[in-house]
């Protein structure tokens, strides 16, 4: 898959604080990548370095895989703080003084944006009427002005209501369906896992994974059981070659494989040719919020 932005051992530090590390991330065109850390883990330092708003101390990035293009910042919508709207204008009044100041897009960009942000029906209604959910995802049509194929959104639910946080996170995952590519920091794990195609996990600046949720999340399989032999089935799973290892729980156990090492089904087989009966069998996949703590923790 084509990388719309690859960044190659970047570090800086203020003063003795060392905010990034060598970091190297790649982001694919049309993924929805999560920038996921704790506060102070760099996130924000490395969004502005990538938008040119601060300069590494060393390391070098590249947009749209072409270090020579100069006009790489138009293609690129962004939202780093909430902009400061007028509050007795409508969102379409907004938008042009946004499109004046910005120099980005044109009058009809001003309404296929309102639209691509669900506001079409509210668009003469002034901003003090919106919603919270609703102001943002208008500050989210201020980045697509211009038509951007990338937008970089820091921290782009923080402070929501729990409505307007399904309303950007629904209207992030539209905007991937549609081809934009996006490029968002959080700190919940959870917005991660629900809206992100691709993500990476910094702390203290250092990065400590990078790649598909889906891969990262499934390089072991949990299989859920119950049984009444669990002493024959401790037995037994020390004859898999693939058995990483067993999580007692109350009335179950989580039972860890290597990833795609054995079948739901062919273990199920597997028990009963040995006489075990399994009264419960389920495939569980690792949440974000094991992965991230089993990560963060070694
Ligand atoms: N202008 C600055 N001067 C000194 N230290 C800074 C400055 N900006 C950031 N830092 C430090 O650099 C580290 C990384 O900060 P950064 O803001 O990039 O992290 P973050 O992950 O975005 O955090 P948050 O989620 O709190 O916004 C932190 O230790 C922070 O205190």
């Not at 570090?11 to 604080?17: A, C, L, M, Q, R």
């Not at 300069?55 to 020579?68: E, R, V």
């Not at 007028?86 to 003084?97: E, G, M, P, R, T």
Request: hydrophobic share 40%; glycine share 8%.
């Amino acid at each position: 898959m084509e990388n719309i932005l690859t960044t190659t051992n970047i570090s800086k530090s203020y003063g003795p604080v060392k905010a990034l590390n060598n970091l190297n991330i790649e982001v694919p065109k049309g993924s929805i990548f999560g920038i996921l850390g704790p506060n102070g883990s760099g996130k924000t330092t490395t969004l502005s370095i990538l938008l040119d708003v601060l300069k590494p101390d060393t390391g070098t990035y590249c947009w749209f895989n072409n270090p020579n293009d100069i006009y790489y910042r138009k293609k690129i919508g962004t939202l780093l703080e909430t902009p400061n709207f007028y509050h007795y204008l409508s969102a379409k009044d907004n938008l042009k003084i946004t499109e004046a100041i910005s120099g980005r897009g044109n009058e009809a960009d001003i309404d296929k944006a309102i639209a691509m942000v669900g506001l079409h029906t509210r668009k003469h209604d002034k901003f003090s009427t919106y919603s919270l959910g609703m102001k943002q995802r208008l500050a989210i049509g201020a980045a697509l002005l211009g038509n951007a194929d990338v937008l970089v959104l820091d921290e782009p639910t923080n402070g929501l209501d729990p409505v307007g946080i399904v309303e950007i996170r629904n209207l992030i995952k539209q905007l991937g369906e549609q081809g934009k590519t996006i490029i968002m920091a959080s700190h919940l794990l959870d917005e991660v896992e629900k809206v992100c195609t691709h993500f990476c996990i910094l702390k203290h600046g250092n990065l400590l994974i990078s790649g598909p949720v889906k891969e990262i999340l499934r390089n072991e399989d949990i299989l859920v059981i119950e049984t009444e032999n669990m002493a024959a089935l401790q037995q037994l799973l020390t004859t898999l070659p693939h058995f990483i290892e067993l999580k007692q729980q109350k009335s179950f156990c989580e039972i860890y494989f290597k990833s795609n090492s054995i079948s739901p089904a062919e273990f199920n087989a597997y028990c009963f040719n040995n006489g075990i009966v399994l009264s419960h069998l389920e495939v569980k996949t690792k949440s974000l919020e094991e992965k991230f703590f089993e990560l963060t923790e070694n």
